[in-house]
């Protein structure tokens, strides 16, 4: 099967099975030595990629699935300016994830952060809706499970929960201020 696909901002075409896993795909015919894939398919978490902005499990999506797709490695991501915001973070919280999932659990947030500037960016204000502090914390807790969700797709142990989300605030906090200072 050829697929097509843009991998860390190169086009390509690239003739592989269709079943062959975006794992394999990217380290046998990209060349792609930095992806950690050692659960062979039982989900551990380190081999995430961005797929179309959105943080995946690259063991588990088959080739078909690719077509047109925008795949992002943490090759690629690290020398972003948006990876800086969550090296901040990290920073100034004084914790970082473990070496085996650093670049893992960083794409996660990098999914997460995405997200929510895009939510809030595309979300026009209602002067007709009179929500109550109760909606409003609800919506908010619903958020923070989404979130946990997100970042359960990385099983490592290396930090709790409580500790991940308040780098993903922080991060969210340094994005939106580049973006305060952007307009």
Same mark, same amino acid.
């Given at each position: 099967?050829?697929?097509?696909?843009? +991998?860390?901002?190169?086009? *390509? !075409? =690239? !003739?592989?099975?269709?079943? $062959?896993?975006?794992?394999?795909?990217?380290?046998?015919?990209?060349?792609?030595r930095s992806l950690m894939s050692h659960c062979k398919g039982e989900a551990c978490g380190?081999?995430?990629?961005? *797929?179309?902005?959105?943080?995946? *499990? #690259?063991?588990?999506?088959?080739? %078909?699935?690719? $077509?047109?797709?925008?795949i992002t490695t943490f090759d690629s991501y690290q020398k972003t300016r948006q990876c800086?915001?969550?090296?901040?973070?990290?920073?100034?919280?004084?914790?970082?994830?473990?070496?085996?999932?650093?670049?893992? $659990?960083?794409? +996660?947030?990098? #999914?997460? =952060? /995405?997200? =929510?500037?895009? !939510? &809030?960016?595309?979300?026009?204000?209602?002067?007709?809706?009179? &929500? #109550?502090?109760?909606?409003?914390?609800? #919506?908010?807790?619903?958020?923070? /499970?989404?979130?946990? /969700?997100?970042? !359960?797709?990385?099983?490592? /142990?290396?930090?709790?929960?409580?500790? *991940? =989300?308040?780098?993903?605030? +922080?991060?969210?906090? %340094? &994005?939106?201020? $580049?973006?305060? &200072?952007?307009?």
């Amino acid at each position: 099967m050829k697929i097509e696909c843009t +991998i860390d901002t190169k086009a *390509l !075409s =690239l !003739s592989v099975n269709s079943n $062959k896993p975006l794992s394999l795909m990217l380290m046998e015919d990209v060349g792609n030595r930095s992806l950690m894939s050692h659960c062979k398919g039982e989900a551990c978490g380190n081999c995430i990629v961005l *797929l179309n902005g959105e943080a995946v *499990l #690259s063991c588990i999506i088959p080739a %078909f699935r690719l $077509k047109d797709a925008t795949i992002t490695t943490f090759d690629s991501y690290q020398k972003t300016r948006q990876c800086r915001d969550i090296e901040r973070a990290y920073a100034k919280t004084g914790n970082t994830p473990c070496p085996n999932c650093y670049a893992s $659990k960083t794409l +996660i947030i990098e #999914s997460i =952060l /995405q997200g =929510l500037t895009n !939510s &809030r960016t595309n979300r026009m204000p209602n002067p007709m809706t009179n &929500r #109550s502090q109760h909606e409003d914390n609800a #919506s908010e807790m619903l958020n923070k /499970q989404d979130i946990i /969700q997100e970042l !359960s797709l990385n099983t490592c /142990q290396c930090m709790d929960m409580t500790e *991940l =989300l308040e780098i993903v605030e +922080i991060a969210l906090t %340094f &994005r939106r201020r $580049k973006r305060v &200072r952007r307009n």
